[in-house]
Structures are given as C-alpha cells and as structure tokens.
C-alpha cells in the first residue's frame, strides 16, 4: 500500500533537506543553509505525525528518522557553526571544535532510540532544538546585522557549541509538546511555553528563537521543580 511508504518519504524529504544545507554551507550561503533546517523540522514534524495517523510505523522508520535527523539537525548544524568560526579566526584548527555538535548529536539519537524513559518527556536538549539555535546565528547576522558582532566572537561561538554539545546528553527532562488532554492544569508549562514563544516570535522576529530556546530551557527546569510530569 501506498500509504505506508509516506512517513518514510517525509523522512527522506528530511535528509534532502539536510544535504541541501549542506551544500549551501559550501557554497556560502549560511542563511539559506538555515533556512533548510527550518524545513527539516517541518519534515521532521509530519513524518511522525503521518506514521500516527496511518498506524504505519515500524522498526525500519524508527532507524531512518534516527539517520535523516542526524544529516539535518547534526552534521547541518555542525557545518553551519564551522563556517561561522571559519569566518572570524584565521586558525585552521579551532573551528574544528564545531565537530562537538556531530558527536553529540549522534550520542543523543542514539540514547533517544534506547531511553524507554523518553517516551513521554525528553532527557537533554533534542537534536532539532540545538539546530534551530545556531540556524538561528547567521539569519540573525543578515535581518539584524547590528548583533553580528556579537555573533563573530570565536570564544562566543565556542561557548555555544561546547555548552549546546552537552545540553544534548544532559540527564535534564525538558517539555515535550505531546499533549494527552487539553487541561490547563495538567499542560500549564506547555501552554506558557507556546504562549511565550509566540510573544517573542511576533516581538523579536529572528532574535527570537536564542530567546525561545532558553525560555524552553528554564520553564522545563521549573516544571521539574514544580514536580509536574513532563510529556512529549
């Protein structure tokens, strides 16, 4: 049947995605290699939510989301994060620290496919998350290029990779916007955490998403606090 074959071509549409950004990065173009990630996670989104809805998911699907996620959200990002250093040091090896996001990357998928604890809440950072963030680096450079720079500091850029890096291993439980019910006492941080973001994306349009992310971050550690079951 036709349909069982859709989830998993949203999930290649991930990885062409993902290699797209790649090549932008080779060519230069950081922002539109950003913008490819943005369009990964939109795949990245209805993938799951098509193999859901047509009850075809599988074993197989399981292991090529893990793989396309790793082109899109970790070396994509990776590469993004190499050319920037790449940009402000003449140094042939310091960039290379950016190789961080790789490594870590492909600790978090792969801990993501045998954490049984993860099947309603996330343990670190997602892949996803940590790739909109530095996306978010060169976009902020070209719509708001009174920031860059703050954004062409090597030392910034490094504290960045290395924090990030282990953020995603991180035994931290974050939000995960999968809601059971629609309850307001049940999904109160999920509800301020949508709230929030929207405020900040209509305010701050591509300063945003730094502003998000660490939103995402503090209320899930206030969730935590507050003793609230997380859910993905």
Same mark, same amino acid.
């Given at each position: 049947?036709?349909?069982?074959?859709?989830?998993?071509?949203? =999930?290649?549409?991930?990885?062409? %995605?993902?290699?797209?950004?790649?090549?932008?990065?080779?060519?230069? /173009?950081?922002?539109?290699?950003? /913008?490819?990630?943005?369009?990964?996670?939109?795949?990245?989104?209805?993938?799951?939510?098509?193999?859901?809805?047509?009850?075809?998911?599988?074993?197989?699907?399981?292991?090529?989301? %893990?793989? /396309?996620?790793?082109?899109?959200?970790?070396?994509?990002?990776?590469?993004?994060?190499? @050319?920037?250093?790449?940009?402000?040091?003449?140094?042939?090896?310091?960039?290379?620290?950016?190789?961080?996001?790789?490594?870590?990357?492909?600790?978090?998928?792969? @801990?993501? $496919?045998?954490?049984?604890?993860?099947?309603?809440?996330?343990?670190?950072?997602? =892949?996803?998350? $940590?790739?909109? !963030?530095?996306?978010? !680096?060169?976009?902020?450079?070209?719509?708001?290029?009174?920031?860059?720079?703050?954004?062409?500091?090597?030392?910034?850029?490094?504290?960045?990779?290395?924090?990030?890096?282990?953020?995603?291993?991180?035994?931290?439980?974050?939000?995960?916007?999968?809601?059971?019910?629609? $309850?307001?006492?049940?999904? @109160?941080?999920?509800?301020?955490?949508?709230?929030?973001?929207?405020?900040?994306?209509?305010?701050?349009? /591509?300063? %945003?998403?730094?502003?998000?992310?660490?939103?995402?971050?503090?209320?899930?550690?206030? $969730?935590?606090?507050?003793? %609230?079951?997380?859910?993905?």
């Amino acid at each position: 049947m036709i349909k069982k074959h859709i989830p998993n071509a949203l =999930t290649c549409a991930n990885a062409v %995605s993902g290699g797209i950004g790649i090549v932008k990065c080779f060519e230069g /173009a950081l922002h539109e290699a950003a /913008a490819m990630i943005l369009i990964a996670a939109v795949f990245d989104f209805f993938d799951g939510f098509a193999a859901r809805m047509l009850k075809v998911s599988s074993p197989m699907g399981k292991e090529l989301d %893990s793989m /396309a996620d790793m082109v899109s959200f970790g070396v994509l990002p990776a590469m993004i994060m190499y @050319k920037l250093m790449q940009g402000v040091t003449g140094d042939p090896y310091l960039p290379l620290i950016s190789m961080l996001i790789v490594a870590f990357s492909a600790l978090r998928l792969a @801990k993501f $496919n045998i954490d049984t604890r993860q099947s309603d809440s996330f343990i670190g950072v997602p =892949t996803p998350t $940590n790739a909109l !963030l530095i996306g978010s !680096l060169p976009v902020i450079k070209v719509f708001h290029p009174e920031y860059a720079p703050y954004i062409d500091n090597l030392w910034l850029l490094i504290a960045v990779t290395v924090i990030m890096s282990l953020l995603l291993v991180a035994e931290l439980p974050l939000l995960a916007l999968k809601f059971k019910d629609f $309850n307001f006492a049940n999904n @109160k941080f999920r509800f301020i955490l949508i709230g929030t973001a929207l405020i900040l994306i209509v305010a701050f349009k /591509a300063l %945003s998403v730094p502003l998000v992310v660490a939103a995402y971050i503090v209320l899930s550690v206030v $969730n935590n606090m507050a003793g %609230s079951t997380g859910g993905k």
